[in-house]
């Protein structure tokens, strides 16, 4: 975090564009306490040098007296959307002793919230190492704002997830998953946010087996009905049905195993989920699937989102997965696309529990809200392998995304620690629902501090 974040607060730190706003800036303590007068000067990251004599159009300046609490206020309204620098001087030095930033949208995304998360991790019921519910807190520890359990062949842990929870208001949401393992095909796909496990519908999986095909165990909630159960007869006779209606598929590519991914994309939008196709060169061993499988699956954009990077460290994956989501950009083909840790341990103790994450621009932190924004393509994915973060996506939204990497989330994770931490002893019978509560509402509230729509 900027060492000024631990010094200053700002807010709000994001507005519409042509709107006045009322911004405050609050020290963080006597020592960080304005002169009197301070010098404000606000100029477009934009707009070059704000050097008066080079550029008078880039800034607007501010002689402020500090109020009766220490913080100095001032309105403002910005003329175009961009990041705008907030530096601060003493009367009559030119060498600015501070620099805060804010950032103004135009009306399409100045009225979406941006939330962090994850749709793609395992836990215990697979083969990951910790109980689902851990795994939610774990992940709240460490800032995210939604999660989409999605263990192997399995729906019904990212229930267990969502029921460990269902009793107490928290600052994250949790939604259904799974991650996709069909007969007759290799490729990995993901199932966010769906209302009935796709995995579930054949008799060969472990959800079914693992749960009898308990409706309860691959249904979301009572309100949904889901397809039935098929055995390997009934499952190879609707594969051939979709097999039978794909006319142009190219040397290289097996089309049964094609038309398994295009059938389980359709279930997923059935029960109103994100199809995901994910990590097409992950190395196991070799590439999980063939590229000219990729290239025709890209062509033919079957799915909803792209899973452009996931939860590995060599460049291979998410590098080649970056350039081929590029190259397909300039092909005039833009897919939605997410970011994921796929976790198969703790993210307390597990470096591949930071790797990857996605930011969704939604009106509101629910599953039908996030899942939309995504197909709507207003979702940046975040690589953090290293320590110097790198964003994939629009670059308009790559550039918010950066400014809100280094200015918002670093004091929402703050909280989101004390959030998740609270969870876990709500889970392990430590703390009240009451007290998860209270440390959720003040998280929630972050969003009307920082955010004006």
Known sequence: MKPELY????????????????????PQGYHANFPNPCIVSVHSLDGGTPRAEFNKDNRTDYKLVPDADGCLRFKYTASHECEYYVRF????????????????????????????????????RSDGKQDPAIVVANYRKTGYDFIVITDHGRYYPSLDAIKAYADV?????????????????????????????????????NNYNETNGELDRRRFDESVTPPDILDMTAYEAEIKKVEDTITDCPDGVDKRSYAVCCWAFDKIREGEGLAIFAHPYWLADMWQIREAFTYYMMKNHPFDAFEVLG????????????????????????????????????????????????????????????????????????????????????????????????????????????????????????????????????????????FVR
């Open 311 to 450: 939860g590995e460290s060599y460049y291979q994956q998410n590098g080649f997965q970056t350039a081929l989501y590029y190259e397909e950009y300039l092909q005039g083909r833009v897919h939605p696309i997410v970011g994921s840790t796929d976790s198969h341990n703790s993210t307390e103790h597990n470096r591949n529990g930071h790797i990857c994450s996605t930011i969704v621009f939604a009106d509101k932190n629910e599953r039908e809200s996030l899942l939309t924004a995504i197909k709507d393509k207003y979702s940046v994915a975040v690589d953090t392998i290293s320590k110097e973060y790198r964003l994939v996506g629009p670059f308009r939204l790559q550039k918010y995304a950066s400014f809100l990497w280094e200015n918002y989330f670093p004091v929402h994770d703050r909280a989101a620690v004390l959030d998740g931490e609270m969870m876990r002893q709500y889970f392990l019978g430590e703390a009240s629902a009451d007290d998860v509560k209270l440390l959720a509402d003040k998280s929630k509230a972050l969003f009307d501090k920082y």
């Open 169 to 205: 208001d928290t600052a994250i949401t949790i939604l259904p998953g799974e991650e996709v393992h069909l007969p007759l095909t290799d490729v990995h796909i993901v199932n966010a946010g769906g209302k009935f496990s796709v995995n579930g519908i054949v008799n060969t999986s």
């Open 89 to 124: 001087f003493n009367e009559g030095e030119e060498r600015r002793f501070l620099q805060l930033s804010v950032y103004a949208l135009d009306e399409d995304l100045a009225c979406r919230t941006p939330f962090r998360g994850d749709l793609h991790m395992h836990t215990r």
């Open 7 to 26: 010094d200053y607060d700002i807010f709000p730190k994001v507005f519409p564009v042509g709107k006045e706003v009322e911004i405050t800036v609050k």
